[in-house]
């Protein structure tokens, strides 16, 4: 059974910087699709980022330029740092896995984590 486990968040100001981590458990994840979405209260739920088995990164447009999403493979990592952070960006971050990498938010990701909060204060 796979498990995935984020930390890294909290409180932080506008243009403060956090790095997210998600811990791997479990399953083989190295040939899965790791990302990165976000929920907040009252809102649809957003895909942020995510990494192919192979490195390759996808971003939604509203972070391209200041979140970068990585991943060690070896130690079942995936990890998403967050730069120019800005009140908008106040959500729960929730870590996922599948064997498909789909951008669209309403995608059901097979595997996910319990999520961690990250708040920003204008």
């Known amino acids: 059974q796979g498990r995935l486990e984020e930390s890294g968040g909290g409180w932080v100001q506008t243009g403060g910087s956090l790095r997210l981590s998600c811990a791997a458990s479990?399953?083989?994840?190295?040939?899965?699709?790791m990302g990165w979405l976000r929920q907040s209260p009252g809102k649809e739920r957003e895909f942020v980022a995510a990494?192919?088995?192979?490195?390759?990164?996808y971003y939604a447009d509203s972070v391209k330029g200041r979140f970068a999403i990585s991943r060690d493979t070896a130690n079942n990592m995936v990890y998403l740092q967050m730069n120019n952070l800005k009140p908008v960006d106040t959500a729960v971050y929730l870590c996922?896995?599948?064997?498909?990498?789909?951008?669209?938010?309403?995608?059901?990701?097979?595997?996910w984590g319990q999520g961690t909060q990250v708040t920003v204060s204008s």
């Open positions: 996922a896995a599948d064997s498909n990498l789909v951008t669209d938010s309403r995608y059901s990701w097979a595997y």
């Open positions: 479990g399953h083989s994840f190295s040939d899965y699709a």
């Open positions: 990494i192919t088995w192979d490195d390759r990164p």
